[in-house]
């Protein structure tokens, strides 16, 4: 059992975190935000069901990962990964439109 692909998805996470809080883009600024987060990884998990059930997703073999899973198939660090992926693009997004706001005069 290796924790490597875990601790480095915690690892990317909390640099989000971190950035979040800098710059007060997502979370920092309103906790409606965690709800959009948690609302994409709940939607690509049922994804992510429905491709095993059909036969499409599988875990294979990685030894970098820990063995967990939550249903067949599925590894625990999925979530994690879904989080982090969908962490990741919400704070693009809040980037580029702070950046645009601050461009065109406005503020965001």
Known sequence: ????????????ISGLAVLDFRFKLAIAKSARYLCLILISVVFFLVWDVAGIQSGIFFRGDA???TGVLLTDELPLEEVF???LLSYSSLL???AFGRR????????K
């Not at 692909?5 to 990317?12: G, K, N, P, T, V």
């Not at 645009?100 to 503020?107: L, N, T, V």
């Open 92 to 94: 693009l997004l809040k």
């Open 1 to 12: 059992m290796s924790f490597i692909y875990l601790a480095a998805l915690l690892f990317s």
């Open 100 to 107: 645009e706001a601050k461009r065109s005069g406005g503020s």
């Open 81 to 83: 990964f879904l989080i």
């Open 63 to 65: 030894s970098h990962m």
